[in-house]
């Protein structure tokens, strides 16, 4: 399995032996997945982690009537489903496949036995879960102080990295989930981007074509 190696990137596991990381490796597997799989849903009792090999995995959250919002997107190296290792807790949200993907899954048992036997890796966890929480203070920050054009702007930069041109790896419903907002208001702001000269758009594909403004709109 080729594609274990990429364990050794994971920020998680940096600190373990090489006989701690043989350990993970031999309960490693691998899973292939189709655009709409579900790896896990929310609330389902948490038994392994998981990190992306290829293909984008949404993390979403939905309300009672059951919308959506995409909360993160995970790509190659990403870890999911960590915190339930160390609460033991339900899932806090679903992890979908947006397109063809593989990721790896490791049980908890071998990385509690891992911890248990070496407390001080417990650091390493603390510095991942605070990288979390940063996250989760910027976006609920955007969600106050950015409003729905200013979000699309950030989300379109974010999915389109130091690239000008790209295709957009998610669906306009699930633009929409990660910006928080109607698919409507969405296409509204991308049709002022447009409209504007920032960006060009031919349905699923984009060209980013001022990206100072659209940098700009995004703060």
């Known amino acids: 399995m080729a594609e274990i190696s990429l364990l050794r990137d994971v920020p998680l596991l940096h600190d373990l032996t090489e006989e701690e990381m043989g350990q993970v490796e031999a309960a490693t597997t691998t899973l292939d997945m189709r655009r709409g799989d579900l790896l896990f849903a929310e609330e389902a009792e948490p038994t392994e982690l998981h990190v992306v090999v290829s293909g984008r995995i949404a993390i979403s959250k939905r309300s009672v009537d059951g919308r959506e919002s995409m909360v993160a997107l995970m790509e190659r190296g990403d870890l999911i489903g960590e915190m339930g290792l160390f609460d033991g807790l339900g899932r806090s949200a679903e992890a979908r496949a947006l397109e063809s993907s593989q990721v790896l899954t ?13 407390p001080q890796l417990l650091w390493g966890v603390v510095e991942l879960l605070a990288g979390r929480l940063r996250n989760t203070n910027t976006a609920l920050a955007d969600s106050v102080f950015l409003d729905v054009t200013g979000r699309t702007a950030k989300r379109l930069l974010e999915l389109a990295g130091d690239d000008d041109e790209f295709v957009l790896p998610i669906t306009q419903e699930e633009l929409a989930g990660m910006v928080g907002a109607s698919r409507e208001r969405v296409n509204k702001a991308i049709a002022s981007f447009v409209r504007l000269g920032w960006i060009d758009q031919r349905e699923r594909r984009y060209r980013i074509l001022n990206r100072v403004e659209l940098d700009r709109r995004a703060l």
């Open 106 to 118: 490791i049980p908890y048992a071998p990385l509690k036995a891992i911890y248990e036997a070496r």
